[in-house]
Structures are given as structure tokens and as C-alpha cells.
């Protein structure tokens, strides 16, 4: 699933996420939320490279993504529980009492991350949800979205490391 400048899903997305997942998996999570499913393939990595059977709460605003995601790429038949949720991540965000282990963001319009996920709220709500010893993994693609966030993580007084991860940008931001 592309665009003219981004791959939604699969492909090189596909290889980002599963090697910024590599670099925090803890075998004992029971929860993950992913903000931006796109055709669903970190799920598809989710249970079978890391072997992960518990909930996956999956929030994807665009409505023929989630459509795609569930009846062309079949992640409904994946083993283990999958919420799929048609909302806005900010606005689920704001209004969910859950909480999670492992939180990956990967939140676009073409190859730029909406202003709304871009804000110091979002990044705050997303961190308030995150259990304790848990991780959030933001893919990011643009240098001057990178170049936003770090500012955004500085004024929150968050720590957080990054690495380039096939042209992609990705922060890691422990609890």
C-alpha cells in the first residue's frame, strides 16, 4: 500500500517497524495499541516474528484501509484479539482509559504526520497511557517532523532515543 512518496504497508514499513520492535520487545507484554494500521502488516509481524498472542488494539482513522487490512490482508484471521477501531488516534487518545505496554505510532498523510499528532497533547496523552516499563515507537519520515518532535520531547522533559532505521526516523520513548 502506497503512495507516490510513501509505503503505508508491508514492503519497507513492514522492515522499519519490525526493527524498531526488535529493539524494545520484552516477551512479557500483554497489550499493544498501534495508532495508524494502514494495511495491517506490523500486526502481521506482531504474532508471527515475535510470536505475540496478546490484545492488539488497532486504531486507524481511514475507513478503505481498515476495509483492506481486515478482508484483503486477513489480519482478522490472525491468531490472538484484535480491536479494530475507526477513529482518529488523537481523538481516541483523548477520550480512551486504557493502557499499554507497547504504543507504535505510525501516523501519516502521504509522507507527513497530521499537525494534530505533531502537538505537545498528543505526545502527552500517548506517554499517560503507556504502562509502566513500557515503550512508544514513533516512525517518522520527514526531517522536519523529527526536528518537531525533538523540541516537543525537550519542553515535556521526556528521555527518549532514536535511530535511523532505513531512511525512516524512529524515536523510543520508555516509561
Known amino acids: 500500500m502506497d503512495t507516490a512518496q510513501a509505503n503505508y504497508s508491508y514492503g519497507k514499513l513492514q522492515r522499519v517497524l519490525e526493527k524498531s ?8 507484554w500483554t497489550s499493544i495499541l498501534v495508532l495508524g494500521l494502514g494495511g495491517g502488516s506490523i500486526i502481521h509481524s506482531l504474532r508471527k516474528n515475535f510470536n505475540y498472542k496478546g490484545l492488539i488494539d488497532a486504531v486507524e482513522i481511514d475507513s478503505v484501509c481498515l476495509d483492506l487490512a481486515i478482508n484483503y490482508f486477513q489480519i482478522k484471521k490472525l491468531p490472538g484479539s484484535i480491536n479494530f477501531i475507526r477513529e482518529d488516534a488523537a481523538e481516541f487518545l483523548k477520550k480512551t482509559t486504557g493502557s499499554w505496554d507497547l504504543i507504535i505510532i505510525d501516523l501519516f498523510i502521504d509522507n507527513k504526520i497530521p499537525e494534530n499528532i505533531i502537538c505537545e497533547e498528543f ?4 506517554y499517560f497511557k503507556l504502562k509502566s ?15 518537531s518532535l525533538r523540541t516537543i520531547l525537550k519542553n515535556l522533559e521526556l528521555k527518549w532515543t532514536e535511530k535511523k ?6 524515536l523510543f520513548l520508555p516509561k
Open 21 to 28: 520492535v526488535t529493539c524494545v520487545w520484552s516477551s512479557g
Open 133 to 147: 516499563n513500557g515503550h512508544i515507537i514513533f516512525n517518522v519520515i520527514l526531517k522536519n517532523d523529527i526536528q
Open 165 to 170: 532505521i532505513l531512511g525512516n526516523f524512529v
Open 123 to 126: 505526545v502527552q496523552q500517548t
